[in-house]
């Protein structure tokens, strides 16, 4: 620790480990850690410029540690998206918040098309972490290591939710990340993850044609629910992912119990679903007013 604390006094105030440092006098210092626990600890050190030539910020015309927020109410819940504070040297960012679930994406997209490519080179990652809801690994799990089987599938989920409102013909390569910053664990965060990272795509400079709106719905006794428990969803006889656009569904993914229910009702259930869902599409849009980028042309 004595070695963070001499680090700390060599780049001055506003230090965080593992990441990038707030812009001082017109420099950005960025450090990378290497075996940060042996001894004679010593990080490597870049400096960047922070002309607005090669600064990129999500929203640049906010000062630093401000944000907008934008939020909607369906049947009671209230949910929220905000972007301005987090990842600013992300092409757009945006954050995701359920009562105390918050998901956190990111969008970048390359600005340079490499020669040969004839495809869209979308990579999409999902990850959770412990410390999301206040635990820390042992020390021999503290790595955490690579995504589980739970983590691919909503990394699925969220990609085919995404990837059809890209023009035709961009090819460059795109990757959104998805990170729970905190998870009250009574509610599945898929949901949150796709409507952060819609929101994130929505504002930043990258050619897509969302936004996209997602929510969960249980029917649990007859009732249908929308943004159920976990608890719920376990006594469901339906349990429907449903994500469309204004217009239209694009992504649907539902699992029943004791036979399921009738077409009739999956048919109403899917009507409810999208009544919900593009109630989170507004609030998105008047974020992009207030905080989004002049989306790129392409060629």
Same mark, same amino acid.
């Given at each position: 620790? +004595?070695?963070?604390?001499?680090?700390?006094?060599?780049?001055?105030?506003?230090?965080?480990?593992?990441?990038?440092?707030?812009?001082?006098?017109?420099?950005?210092?960025?450090?990378?850690?290497?075996?940060?626990?042996?001894?004679?600890?010593?990080?490597?050190?870049?400096?960047?410029?922070?002309?607005?030539?090669?600064?990129?910020?999500?929203?640049?015309?906010?000062?630093?540690?401000?944000?907008?927020?934008?939020?909607?109410?369906?049947?009671?819940?209230?949910?929220?998206?905000?972007?301005?504070?987090?990842?600013?040297?992300?092409?757009?960012?945006?954050?995701?918040?359920?009562?105390?679930?918050?998901?956190?994406?990111?969008?970048?997209?390359?600005?340079?098309?490499?020669?040969?490519? =004839?495809?869209?080179?979308?990579?999409?990652?999902?990850?959770?972490?412990?410390?999301?809801?206040?635990?820390?690994?042992?020390?021999?799990?503290?790595?955490?290591? @690579?995504?589980?089987?739970?983590?691919?599938?909503?990394?699925? @989920?969220?990609?085919? +939710?995404?990837?059809?409102?890209?023009?035709?013909?961009?090819?460059?390569?795109?990757?959104?990340?998805?990170?729970?910053?905190?998870?009250?664990?009574?509610?599945?965060? =898929?949901?949150?993850?796709?409507?952060? %990272?819609?929101?994130?795509?929505?504002?930043?400079?990258?050619?897509?044609?969302?936004?996209?709106?997602?929510?969960?719905? +249980?029917?649990?006794?007859?009732?249908?629910?929308?943004?159920?428990?976990? =608890?719920?969803?376990? %006594?469901?006889?339906?349990?429907?992912?449903?994500?469309?656009?204004?217009?239209?569904?694009?992504?649907?993914?539902?699992?029943?119990?004791?036979?399921?229910?009738?077409? =009739?009702?999956?048919? %109403?259930?899917?009507?409810?679903?999208?009544?919900? %869902?593009?109630?989170?599409?507004?609030?998105?849009?008047?974020?992009?007013?207030?905080?989004?980028?002049?989306?790129?042309?392409?060629?």
């Amino acid at each position: 620790m +004595a070695a963070v604390a001499r680090l700390g006094r060599v780049l001055g105030s506003g230090v965080s480990i593992g990441g990038f440092i707030a812009p001082r006098a017109g420099v950005l210092h960025e450090f990378r850690v290497s075996n940060f626990w042996r001894a004679g600890f010593v990080p490597s050190l870049r400096t960047l410029s922070t002309s607005p030539s090669t600064l990129n910020t999500s929203t640049s015309t906010l000062p630093l540690g401000t944000s907008i927020t934008e939020e909607c109410t369906i049947e009671g819940k209230t949910f929220v998206f905000e972007t301005g504070k987090l990842a600013r040297l992300a092409d757009g960012t945006a954050l995701f918040k359920s009562g105390d679930t918050h998901a956190m994406a990111t969008s970048v997209a390359s600005r340079k098309l490499n020669e040969g490519q =004839d495809f869209m080179p979308l990579q999409v990652e999902y990850r959770e972490r412990l410390n999301a809801v206040g635990r820390i690994p042992s020390t021999f799990n503290r790595r955490e290591g @690579a995504p589980k089987d739970r983590e691919v599938l909503m990394m699925r @989920a969220i990609d085919r +939710a995404i990837r059809p409102l890209f023009p035709k013909g961009f090819f460059y390569e795109t990757q959104v990340l998805n990170s729970i910053m905190s998870a009250d664990e009574s509610q599945e965060t =898929d949901v949150a993850c796709i409507n952060a %990272a819609s929101a994130a795509l929505t504002v930043s400079d990258i050619p897509w044609n969302g936004p996209v709106g997602a929510v969960r719905l +249980a029917i649990v006794e007859g009732e249908m629910v929308v943004a159920p428990s976990i =608890d719920q969803i376990e %006594a469901a006889e339906l349990n429907l992912l449903y994500a469309c656009t204004a217009e239209r569904a694009l992504m649907i993914e539902a699992a029943g119990t004791n036979g399921g229910v009738p077409d =009739d009702v999956f048919a %109403a259930a899917l009507e409810r679903a999208h009544s919900a %869902a593009v109630q989170m599409i507004p609030p998105q849009l008047r974020l992009a007013e207030r905080a989004g980028k002049e989306k790129r042309v392409v060629p």
